[in-house]
């Protein structure tokens, strides 16, 4: 029996099924979202914060009314 990708029966294998290195080089084509530059957003009230290089807007909390940041 010859299977696709390589995973062999059940998804067991030498871990050379599809999907390897799936992640890899994040940020490379996501636009200009992710760097040193940019805005945190918060999605409740609209509030924006200049992004921090080295915290994630996802550990800010809106300093309006407390609701966890996003990136614009």
Known sequence: MRFRNRAGQGGQGRGMGQGLGRGQGR???GGNKLGPGGNCVCPACGNVVVHEQGISCYQISC??????MTRA
Not at 63 to 68: D, L, N, Q, S, V
């Open 63 to 68: 300093p309006k009314c407390g609701t966890k």
């Open 27 to 29: 940020g490379q084509m």
